[in-house]
Antibody
């Protein structure tokens, strides 16, 4: 059973960089066949896909966030990470990581709330 | 970009009711449509993929149908644990993932 777990600071100051890591267990990122996605959900709102990465390092980002997003992978640790720069209060959200099989999100982490505030 | 529109945005129903939620794509997406259920404070859970295929472990009272631009999620007999928010998501337009705005199913 694949499991994903997000980790990282729950509070980030405006203009700084939000950094989160997703640790995958029960399966290897480097085995291929899956992309690994980040999704966020603003409080009380719907789901917004941020981007994904393949084990090789190939990425694709939501065009609306592309200028501020970097997703990376560390296959040795079976982790992938999200960096979102120049954050504002509008980036306050629950951030989820998920396994992506042909754009189908079949396993999700529990989510982590990140608040942007001084 | 493909836009996904769900209706209604919210819905009140009673245990035992038959409920249908609709999702419409802004252009044809064949059968590349998935449904997720999200309960408060929890991550979304995949219910149905490829418009009508039930994810393993999902009760058979859930069903999906449609192709092209119009899709439906039906719950044949609502159970207390089904009260949640439901999202559709298109998986046609690679590499971008887009969701509908969600339908909140509440207890009447």
């Amino acid at each position: 059973q694949v499991q994903l777990q997000e980790s990282g600071p729950g509070l980030v100051k405006p203009s700084q960089t939000l950094s989160l890591t997703c640790t995958v267990s029960g399966g290897s990122i480097s085995s291929g066949g899956y992309y690994w996605s980040w999704i966020r959900q603003h409080p009380g709102k719907g789901l917004e896909w941020i981007g994904y990465i393949y084990y090789s390092g190939s990425t694709y980002y939501n065009p609306s966030l592309k200028s501020r997003v970097t997703i990376s992978v560390d296959t040795s640790k079976n982790q992938f990470s999200l960096k979102l720069s120049s954050v504002t209060a509008a980036d306050t959200a629950v951030y989820y990581c998920a396994r992506d099989y042909q754009l189908l999100l079949d396993y999700w982490g529990q989510g982590t709330l990140v608040t942007v505030s001084s | 970009d493909i836009q996904m529109t769900q209706s209604p945005s919210s819905l009140s129903a009673s245990v035992g009711d038959r409920v249908t939620i609709t999702c419409r794509a802004s252009q044809s997406i064949s059968s590349y449509l998935n449904w997720y259920q999200q309960k408060p404070g929890k991550a979304p859970k995949l219910l149905i993929y490829a418009a009508s295929s039930l994810q393993s472990g999902v009760p058979s009272r859930f069903s999906g149908s449609g192709s092209g631009t119009d899709f439906t999620l039906t719950i044949s007999s609502l159970q207390p644990e089904d009260f949640a928010t439901y999202y559709c998501q298109q998986s046609y337009s690679t590499p971008t993932i887009t969701f509908g705005q969600g339908t909140r199913l509440e207890i009447k």
